[in-house]
């Protein structure tokens, strides 16, 4: 079982729109966290700061 860092603050994102696509976010000063919020217990996918900003600038300019 692969458990996030201590502290982490999930919170769905809001372009989750049904219990089937349940994506769960949190940020820290060095990473943006992803995982499955029905089943967290499969772990989470950790992107450094700089490339998870970079993308969600992509994501909010429509470009993917």
Do not use: H, N
Request: negative net charge.
């Amino acid at each position: 079982m692969y458990l996030p860092p201590p502290g982490l603050k999930f919170r769905k994102s809001s372009y989750s729109t049904t219990a089937q696509e349940c994506v769960e976010v949190a940020d820290t000063p060095t990473m943006g966290v992803l995982r499955d919020s029905t089943q967290p217990e499969l772990g989470y996918l950790a992107f450094p700061i700089t490339e998870w900003e970079a993308f969600l600038d992509e994501v909010k300019r429509g470009r993917l």
